[in-house]
């Protein structure tokens, strides 16, 4: 296994850290997950600025130094040969790692067939700075760990009140008379392919509603999906909850307006 570090490449799966490494003892990373396209960063669908700015955004916000992006930018080069995807991460005092990893082998089918999904409710499946992506994912990887013995492949993830917020990987897409819905709010992490859906949507002319989803709102739902830049659009054809069982049409032809915004003519 190859990965970028400190702007050298290493071939190991091991990494060097102190023992008293913010990074270890408290998770102080940011980091994002970026698919490329092309082989090339500068693909428009692999939305490399998007990336950078999310990371820059989130070392100004919170004091850190100036990344090397040049450096960043290198050793992404250096991988994206071998990854399908890139996780670029960035430590507290400037130094940053490039890893890479493959596509899931049954992607095709979740996107065809849709997966099951899992409601998690509890504080402790809760994401500190849920406004950001950091290295401290332990409540929603808790909620994917849960997720997977009820027999699901994503969790839910909730808030105090019930509303849902976004899933253990990515961002919620609801189908109801006649409009998509996502989740708004400060509460979940806007993800960079939220994003790209939403300009493509609103580029065709579809309104978006972007309001809370307070609890019950699932059940005016014909379809629903998750998003993120990895495996673009999956649908979801059942929600767990604690006592209930909610079944969704995965093939909702609805879906293809989202499904299009990842086709090389959309951007």
């Avoid at 995807?85 to 005092?93: F, I, N, S």
């Avoid at 499946?125 to 994912?137: D, E, F, I, V």
């Avoid at 994917?144 to 808030?159: K, P, T």
Wanted: contains cysteine; glycine residues 8%.
């Amino acid at each position: 296994m190859a990965y970028w570090f400190n702007g050298q490449l290493c071939q190991d799966s091991e990494i060097a850290l102190t023992v008293n490494d913010p990074a270890l003892l408290y998770g102080a990373t940011v980091f994002t997950t970026l698919r490329i396209y092309g082989q090339s960063l500068d693909h428009p669908l692999t939305q490399w600025q998007a990336h950078q700015q999310r990371l820059a955004q989130a070392l100004e916000v919170f004091g850190w130094p100036c990344l090397d992006w040049n450096g960043l930018r290198q050793g992404a080069e250096a991988l994206l040969q071998t990854y399908p995807v890139l996780r670029l991460t960035c430590l507290p005092d400037g130094r940053a790692l490039v890893t890479g990893r493959d596509l899931p082998a049954d992607l095709a089918t979740m996107q065809s067939q849709g997966i099951v999904a899992w409601v998690a409710r509890g504080d402790r499946y809760q994401r500190p700075l849920p406004a950001y992506k950091t290295g401290n994912y332990l409540g929603a990887w808790l909620a994917l760990q849960a997720a997977a013995q009820h027999g699901a492949r994503e969790a839910i993830l909730v808030d105090a009140q019930g509303q849902w917020l976004e899933t253990s990987t990515g961002n919620l897409w609801g189908w109801a008379n006649g409009h998509w819905h996502t989740p708004g709010g400060t509460s979940l992490l806007a993800g960079i392919g939220r994003q790209l859906l939403l300009e493509h949507l609103e580029h065709q002319g579809d309104r978006v509603n972007r309001a809370p989803w307070p609890p019950g709102i699932i059940r005016r739902f014909e379809a629903l999906a998750y998003s993120n830049s990895a495996v673009q659009v999956v649908p979801i054809h059942t929600v767990l909850g604690d006592r209930s069982r909610l079944e969704l049409n995965p093939q909702h032809p609805a879906l293809e307006a989202l499904r299009a915004a990842f086709e090389p003519n959309s951007t």
